[in-house]
């Protein structure tokens, strides 16, 4: 199994302030996601990379920005968090070559408060 | 309306019986179906994969896909108390090959002793 870490696991932070979360994989996966669940949504996609420097948004990319300047880390920005995006983040790699076969990592609660 | 609905449940079954999970979904795009499970403060873990339409059978778990009436189903025979979890399916469409995904909100199980 791929391993991925994200970081913090926690966080509680107030509204305005920005907010990182770090997804680290131990493998050379290209393609990684962040995800956000909510009760009554589900996971719904933020922003995804296909390799170093190549991201692209999903459905519910307001408000975030992502960078991915190493195969291994992908970062996910809250430039000024609002209690909007209290929610829990999912990091997920894309482990074999079906395009559903994803693995996720623990995820990151954030509290915006 | 949402692109893929999933009844939230919560579904509540005596040890040993069977359980049908179910989802509906409106885009004819679709071609990958995915059931993932989810222990609670866990990250989603893919249970099932098919491709198009038809069964999938992994031990106790059956997937079933009916694309002329965009309906997909997981069965779960002999369940178990380990099995109780969230169940998410997941959809995705061919085109872009990108991985993306679109997750009903999820179906909680109980399976009691």
């Known amino acids: 199994d791929a391993g991925i870490t994200q970081s913090p696991r926690h966080k509680v932070t107030e509204t305005g302030t920005p907010v990182t979360l770090r997804c680290h994989q131990t493998?050379?996966?290209?393609?990684m996601y962040w995800y956000r669940q909510d009760p009554g949504h589900g996971l719904r996609l933020i922003h995804y990379s296909y390799g170093v420097k190549d991201t692209d948004k999903g459905e519910v990319s307001d408000g975030y920005s992502v960078s991915r300047s190493k195969t291994e880390d992908f970062l996910l920005t809250l430039e000024s968090a609002t209690s909007s995006q209290t929610s829990v983040y999912f990091c997920?790699?894309?482990?074999?070559?079906?395009?559903?076969?994803?693995?996720f990592g623990e995820g990151s609660r954030l509290t915006v408060l | 309306q949402k692109e893929v609905e999933q009844d939230p449940g919560p579904l509540s079954v005596p040890e040993g019986a069977i359980v049908s999970l179910n989802c509906t979904y409106s885009n004819s795009a679709f071609q990958y179906f995915m059931w993932y499970r989810q222990y609670s403060r866990k990250g989603p873990e893919l249970l099932m994969y098919t491709y198009s339409s038809g069964n999938k059978e992994d031990g106790r778990f059956t997937a079933q896909v009916d694309k002329s009436s965009k309906y997909i189903s997981l069965f779960i025979r002999d369940s178990q108390p380990s099995d109780s979890a969230t169940y998410l399916c997941a959809m995705s469409a061919i085109s872009g090959n990108t991985g993306k995904l679109i997750f009903g909100q999820g179906t909680t199980l109980q399976v009691k002793p």
């Open positions: 997920a790699i894309r482990q074999g070559m079906g395009t559903g076969e994803l693995f």
């Open positions: 493998e050379n996966h290209r393609y």
